[in-house]
């Protein structure tokens, strides 16, 4: 089995639609994938009316938190979209996109950048808006040469020159929600230093011990020898170790299927969750 259990649309930051998405994801082979835009479960009615079959659907989110003062992310996995804790908790988040993305593009016309809340909005389309759309404008305007690179502190990394804060959980009290909400809760690209300050090991232990399932450990964003050392956290702290894509269609250079995550893995996080259950394709609409 191929098991690819991060992925976005434009139902967030994504430039597939998720339709296109889940069609692609069989194209490339995978078994099972999972949808999981920021903050939002938005796209998961149209993956599933366009499920093919053979493709098993995992519905999920990524959670935007901060620690300490670090930005981290909290995929959750198979949770009750409707619980009303956790509905509320993405809708608070959510609501402050707009607002931060505005704060964003005042900054950056305070540095000459001639970006605008209508090109941001354009982008971002029917997606929860976010950095990556203003990252995709300043390519669009000659800024930068790809999103990539415009999550330097010259620009949108955190602390940089035109970054605004947003309305993130606290980690604890996500795991916590997620939790309760029947869902699995995994630790998204936890050493990606190069997005920015990571959390230490340390807080990785205490997360474990409230009740965090994994770490994402195969991600493109960690090296050889990155993997190898949070494989070893992981089975020191008892955590369950995922592999994935962090897909983005066309915004990023990841390709589906580019890391995976084992079939024994993902059967024990099917068996963990009781919010919701995975979907397998039957044809899917044309």
Same mark, same amino acid.
């Given at each position: 089995? &191929?098991i690819d259990?991060?992925?976005?649309?434009?139902?967030?930051?994504? !430039?597939?639609?998720?339709?296109?998405?889940?069609?692609?994801?069989?194209?490339?082979?995978?078994?099972?994938?999972?949808?999981?835009?920021?903050d939002?479960?938005?796209?998961?009615?149209?993956?599933?009316a366009? %499920?093919p079959?053979?493709?098993?659907?995992v519905t999920?989110?990524?959670?935007?938190?901060?620690?300490?003062?670090?930005s981290?992310?909290?995929?959750?996995y198979?949770?009750d *979209?409707?619980?009303?804790?956790?509905?509320?908790? &993405?809708?608070?988040v959510?609501?402050?996109?707009?607002p931060?993305?505005?704060?964003?593009?005042a900054?950056?016309?305070?540095?000459g950048?001639p970006?605008?809340?209508e090109?941001?909005? /354009?982008?971002?389309?029917?997606?929860?808006?976010?950095?990556?759309?203003?990252a995709?404008?300043?390519?669009e305007?000659?800024v930068?040469d790809?999103v990539?690179d415009?999550?330097?502190?010259e620009?949108?990394?955190?602390?940089?020159?035109?970054?605004?804060?947003?309305? +993130?959980?606290?980690?604890?009290?996500?795991?916590?929600?997620?939790?309760?909400?029947?869902?699995?809760?995994?630790?998204?690209?936890?050493?990606?230093?190069? &997005?920015?300050?990571?959390?230490?090991?340390?807080?990785?232990? +205490?997360?474990? &011990?409230?009740g965090?399932?994994?770490?994402?450990?195969?991600?493109?964003?960690?090296?050889?020898?990155?993997?190898a050392?949070? /494989?070893g956290l992981?089975?020191?702290?008892?955590? %369950?170790?995922?592999?994935s894509?962090?897909y983005?269609?066309?915004?990023k250079?990841?390709?589906?299927?580019?890391?995976?995550?084992d079939?024994?893995?993902?059967g024990?996080? !099917?068996?963990?969750? !009781?919010?919701a259950? *995975?979907?397998?394709?039957?044809?899917?609409?044309?």
């Amino acid at each position: 089995m &191929r098991i690819d259990l991060h992925t976005h649309s434009t139902a967030s930051d994504g !430039t597939d639609t998720p339709a296109e998405l889940v069609r692609k994801a069989a194209a490339a082979g995978l078994d099972v994938v999972a949808l999981t835009d920021h903050d939002t479960t938005r796209g998961h009615a149209e993956a599933l009316a366009a %499920l093919p079959q053979g493709l098993t659907l995992v519905t999920g989110a990524e959670l935007s938190c901060r620690l300490d003062g670090v930005s981290m992310h909290l995929l959750a996995y198979l949770f009750d *979209p409707e619980e009303p804790a956790l509905l509320a908790e &993405r809708e608070l988040v959510r609501d402050d996109r707009v607002p931060r993305a505005k704060g964003m593009i005042a900054k950056l016309n305070e540095l000459g950048v001639p970006v605008t809340w209508e090109q941001v909005a /354009r982008i971002a389309g029917n997606g929860s808006v976010g950095r990556p759309h203003v990252a995709s404008a300043l390519v669009e305007l000659g800024v930068v040469d790809s999103v990539s690179d415009a999550f330097t502190p010259e620009w949108l990394a955190d602390g940089g020159r035109a970054y605004v804060p947003k309305h +993130e959980t606290d980690p604890f009290e996500a795991v916590r929600l997620v939790k309760n909400a029947g869902g699995v809760a995994v630790f998204a690209h936890p050493a990606a230093v190069k &997005r920015g300050r990571t959390v230490p090991d340390s807080a990785i232990a +205490e997360l474990a &011990r409230a009740g965090l399932d994994g770490i994402e450990v195969d991600h493109m964003d960690h090296d050889p020898g990155t993997r190898a050392r949070l /494989r070893g956290l992981a089975g020191d702290l008892g955590l %369950l170790v995922t592999g994935s894509s962090d897909y983005h269609g066309s915004r990023k250079t990841c390709v589906l299927g580019e890391f995976s995550t084992d079939p024994e893995v993902y059967g024990e996080i !099917t068996r963990r969750a !009781t919010g919701a259950f *995975p979907v397998p394709g039957t044809g899917g609409a044309v």
